[in-house]
């Protein structure tokens, strides 16, 4: 249903957001791409619709190149972004009639359709809710609503429960299962619910696939020791800032190596390290996290 085959994205600043990608995604199958931020992942999902042009390889969804046909995915692919769109002026009803309405529905049928989806998200309640009376949460069902009202056959979603509340998460998967669509890629940095819903996780870091598998086993690569090393236009910064977190570390010159027991956790340090501090480059080692992965390799069950 999806096919990616060696994506490579530079960004015209210099900045390399994917390296050498290759993504599957079958038929039937609910497919994460999870990673902290910055690794690349909203670029991926660009990349997938067609808004962001790769620098090299190749992009097909049913059969289609996106890159040389971006117009195909308009019908065909349903897309929730990270970005919380809202239409203050516009009740929830009023904007899942408007996407239907484009594609040429009309009378009860338009209607009919409308509560459906609403009842698939959970938001009947609030069908004459406006815009600027909605939660955060309640703003990204409606996104949902607006991807799936027209039964895509393809999902494709950004971190589909950021601010999303506990209650409502449910629902997001609940209205994602239930959607009718036969393929769903979508990106997320939460590991625990990537492993309760996808069928197949995919593990990016720095632009790069380091791991791909069933979801309980790429979670269990994340329980595995890792080694961090970067190096940063402020040394003096980052050695303050690990001091302060108390991680064990070496540093040789501008080259700082960060041990940690659990990749989680270099991950989620990593996260905070790039909020404040411009990294130059970044390697992530987990030498128990590449046996893991050529023993997953030798059993067959990861290509
Ligand atoms: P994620 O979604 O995993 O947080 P992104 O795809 O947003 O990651 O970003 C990947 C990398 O590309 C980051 O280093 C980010 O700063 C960089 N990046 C994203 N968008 C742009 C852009 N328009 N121009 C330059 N660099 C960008």
Same mark, same amino acid.
């Given at each position: 249903?999806?096919?990616?085959?060696?994506?490579?994205?530079e =960004?015209?600043?210099?900045?390399?957001?994917?390296?050498?990608?290759?993504?599957?995604?079958?038929?039937?199958?609910?497919?994460?791409?999870?990673?902290?931020?910055?690794?690349?992942?909203?670029?991926?999902?660009?990349?997938?619709?067609?808004?962001?042009?790769?620098?090299?390889?190749?992009?097909?969804?049913?059969?289609c190149?996106?890159?040389?046909?971006?117009?195909?995915?308009?019908?065909?692919?349903? =897309?929730?972004?990270?970005?919380?769109?809202?239409?203050?002026?516009?009740?929830?009803?009023?904007?899942?009639?408007?996407v239907?309405?484009?594609?040429?529905?009309?009378?009860?049928?338009?209607?009919?359709?409308?509560?459906?989806?609403?009842t698939?998200?959970?938001?009947?309640?609030?069908a004459?809710?406006?815009?600027?009376?909605?939660?955060?949460?309640?703003?990204?069902?409606v996104?949902?609503?607006m991807?799936?009202?027209?039964?895509?056959?393809?999902?494709?979603?950004?971190?589909?429960?950021?601010?999303?509340?506990?209650?409502?998460?449910?629902?997001?998967?609940?209205?994602i299962?239930?959607?009718?669509?036969?393929?769903?890629?979508?990106?997320?940095?939460?590991?625990?619910?990537?492993?309760?819903?996808c069928?197949?996780? =995919?593990?990016?870091?720095?632009?790069?696939?380091?791991a791909?598998?069933?979801?309980?086993?790429?979670?269990?690569?994340?329980?595995?020791?890792?080694?961090?090393?970067?190096?940063?236009?402020d040394s003096?910064r980052?050695?303050?800032?690990?001091?302060?977190?108390?991680?064990?570390?070496?540093?040789?010159?501008?080259?700082?190596?960060?041990?940690?027991?659990?990749?989680?956790?270099?991950?989620?340090?990593?996260?905070?390290?790039?909020?404040?501090?411009?990294l130059? =480059?970044?390697h992530?080692?987990?030498?128990?996290l590449?046996?893991?992965?050529?023993?997953?390799?030798?059993?067959?069950?990861?290509?």
């Amino acid at each position: 249903m999806i096919e990616v085959a060696d994506l490579t994205k530079e =960004y015209p600043n210099g900045t390399r957001a994917n390296a050498g990608l290759s993504l599957t995604v079958n038929e039937g199958e609910i497919v994460g791409v999870i990673g902290p931020n910055g690794a690349g992942k909203t670029t991926l999902i660009r990349q997938l619709l067609g808004l962001l042009k790769p620098t090299s390889g190749r992009i097909r969804i049913l059969g289609c190149d996106v890159v040389s046909h971006p117009h195909m995915i308009k019908g065909r692919v349903g =897309y929730v972004p990270q970005a919380p769109l809202t239409y203050p002026s516009l009740t929830v009803a009023e904007v899942i009639s408007f996407v239907l309405g484009l594609k040429g529905l009309r009378g009860a049928g338009l209607r009919e359709r409308v509560m459906e989806t609403l009842t698939l998200v959970g938001l009947e309640q609030s069908a004459g809710s406006f815009g600027y009376q909605l939660s955060r949460g309640m703003a990204r069902l409606v996104l949902l609503g607006m991807a799936i009202c027209q039964n895509p056959p393809v999902l494709i979603l950004d971190e589909p429960t950021a601010m999303v509340d506990i209650e409502r998460k449910e629902r997001v998967w609940h209205a994602i299962t239930a959607s009718g669509a036969r393929a769903v890629v979508l990106a997320s940095h939460d590991i625990h619910e990537v492993r309760e819903h996808c069928t197949r996780v =995919y593990l990016m870091v720095g632009g790069k696939f380091i791991a791909e598998g069933p979801p309980h086993e790429i979670a269990a690569l994340t329980r595995l020791s890792t080694v961090l090393t970067i190096v940063a236009d402020d040394s003096q910064r980052v050695e303050e800032l690990l001091v302060e977190s108390g991680d064990m570390f070496r540093r040789k010159g501008d080259v700082f190596e960060i041990v940690f027991p659990e990749l989680v956790m270099a991950l989620s340090r990593l996260e905070l390290i790039r909020q404040g501090i411009a990294l130059r =480059y970044v390697h992530l080692e987990a030498p128990s996290l590449e046996r893991a992965v050529k023993q997953l390799l030798l059993e067959g069950r990861v290509q």
